[in-house]
């Protein structure tokens, strides 16, 4: 079934294996995926592409400076005629929402994503909805650089289990894509997964074994970035202002499991976890000023701490 997903992603979208199998980790952890990358690199086309292929409900916000928590969670309308309120549920009821560029909205907006992204429920008034199963935010970032962005707040980056960031496609790759656009054109995305479908393969990364010595070798990684001079890594502990959160550790156990599925085992091995860990927890490590003044990014903190760390 995860080949037939590939095959009918890669019907439009040329490259970006890291970002398919990103989604797919996603997914079938129930977790959220926030993607950084410059406009026009296909991040909404494939969030789109997935909601086709799985025959999943899909709605997207353009998130803007002017937006409104309203606009994305639903509000109470007052019907005239018969001179009480109704609920007018907003995009954020849906399986899969694209929030678009949404570090280009401010901080209350961001916060309305917060109660559906950890509790899969929106209050709209005194009254609370829960949201269907499976429900997934895919974010896309642009770089914080650009103009009209704002920092994400470290609540919200917490919430997303892996941020990925898309570069631009090869030489070879942006060849195939302009030859498809101006000649062949793309081809039509087919459904080849059902919800049931859907859920045996939840179930069966849920199986996966995960041994108690690569679960300590994960928890001795998220505890490096709190307190990494009792890991003999002394010369890092004066970048990091706070380390990766407990739903840090949570969402690594489960990314590991869904990676190793991927690669068509039904066991973790430390290779599965360096594969992820970037994803994981490069967002939820918080560096200080020393940091940024000598150009070390969490990238590098990370690097040096698996270096350090033994594996099993």
Same mark, same amino acid.
């Given at each position: 079934?995860?080949?037939?997903?590939?095959?009918?992603?890669?019907?439009?979208?040329?490259?970006?294996?890291?970002?398919?199998?990103?989604?797919?980790?996603?997914?079938?952890?129930?977790?959220?995926?926030?993607?950084?990358?410059?406009?026009?690199?296909?991040?909404?086309?494939?969030?789109?592409?997935?909601?086709?292929?799985?025959?999943?409900?899909?709605?997207?916000?353009?998130?803007?400076?002017?937006?409104?928590?309203?606009?994305?969670?639903?509000?109470?309308?007052?019907?005239?005629?018969?001179?009480?309120?109704?609920?007018?549920?907003?995009?954020?009821?849906?399986?899969?929402?694209?929030?678009?560029?949404?570090?280009?909205?401010?901080?209350?907006?961001?916060?309305?994503?917060?109660?559906?992204?950890?509790?899969?429920?929106?209050?709209?008034?005194?009254? !609370?909805?829960? +949201?269907?199963?499976?429900?997934? /935010?895919? $974010?896309?970032? &642009?770089?914080? =650089?650009?103009?009209?962005? #704002? *920092?994400?707040?470290?609540?919200?980056?917490?919430?997303?289990?892996?941020?990925?960031?898309?570069?631009?496609?090869?030489?070879?790759?942006?060849?195939?894509?302009?030859?498809?656009?101006?000649?062949?054109?793309?081809?039509?995305?087919?459904?080849?997964?059902?919800?049931?479908?859907?859920?045996?393969?939840?179930?069966?990364?849920?199986?996966?074994?995960?041994?108690?010595?690569?679960?300590?070798?994960?928890?001795?990684?998220?505890?490096?970035?709190?307190?990494?001079?009792?890991?003999?890594?002394?010369?890092?502990?004066?970048?990091?202002?706070?380390?990766?959160?407990?739903?840090? !550790?949570?969402? +690594?156990?489960?990314?590991?499991? /869904?990676? $190793?599925?991927? &690669?068509?085992? =039904?066991?973790?091995?430390? #290779? *599965?976890?360096?594969?992820?860990?970037?994803?994981?927890?490069?967002?939820?490590?918080?560096?200080?000023?020393?940091?940024?003044?000598?150009?070390?990014?969490?990238?590098?903190?990370?690097?040096?701490?698996?270096?350090?760390?033994?594996?099993?």
């Amino acid at each position: 079934m995860i080949d037939d997903i590939k095959k009918e992603i890669k019907k439009v979208i040329v490259g970006h294996d890291n970002l398919i199998d990103s989604i797919l980790i996603a997914l079938l952890s129930n977790g959220h995926i926030l993607l950084e990358g410059v406009p026009g690199v296909a991040k909404t086309t494939a969030v789109k592409s997935f909601a086709q292929t799985m025959g999943l409900n899909f709605k997207r916000v353009q998130f803007t400076p002017d937006l409104l928590p309203s606009d994305i969670t639903g509000n109470e309308i007052l019907d005239l005629k018969k001179n009480e309120f109704s609920i007018k549920h907003g995009p954020i009821f849906t399986n899969l929402l694209l929030a678009d560029e949404i570090n280009r909205a401010g901080a209350k907006v961001q916060s309305a994503l917060l109660e559906a992204m950890a509790e899969k429920q929106v209050t709209i008034g005194e009254t !609370t909805f829960k +949201l269907d199963s499976p429900f997934m /935010v895919l $974010a896309t970032s &642009n770089p914080i =650089d650009q103009d009209g962005t #704002y *920092d994400l707040p470290e609540a919200s980056l917490d919430r997303f289990m892996l941020k990925v960031k898309v570069d631009y496609n090869s030489f070879d790759e942006e060849f195939e894509i302009a030859k498809r656009a101006t000649s062949k054109g793309f081809e039509v995305i087919n459904q080849v997964l059902s919800f049931k479908n859907l859920e045996t393969l939840k179930q069966k990364v849920k199986e996966v074994h995960l041994d108690d010595e690569i679960s300590k070798y994960i928890l001795k990684i998220i505890f490096a970035t709190r307190e990494p001079s009792k890991y003999n890594i002394e010369d890092i502990s004066k970048y990091i202002l706070f380390g990766a959160s407990p739903r840090g !550790t949570i969402d +690594l156990h489960n990314a590991c499991k /869904v990676r $190793a599925f991927l &690669n068509g085992k =039904d066991f973790v091995t430390p #290779y *599965d976890v360096i594969q992820v860990v970037h994803q994981v927890l490069e967002h939820r490590i918080i560096l200080n000023y020393n940091a940024n003044t000598n150009n070390i990014t969490a990238n590098d903190i990370l690097n040096k701490i698996i270096e350090v760390i033994p594996s099993p």
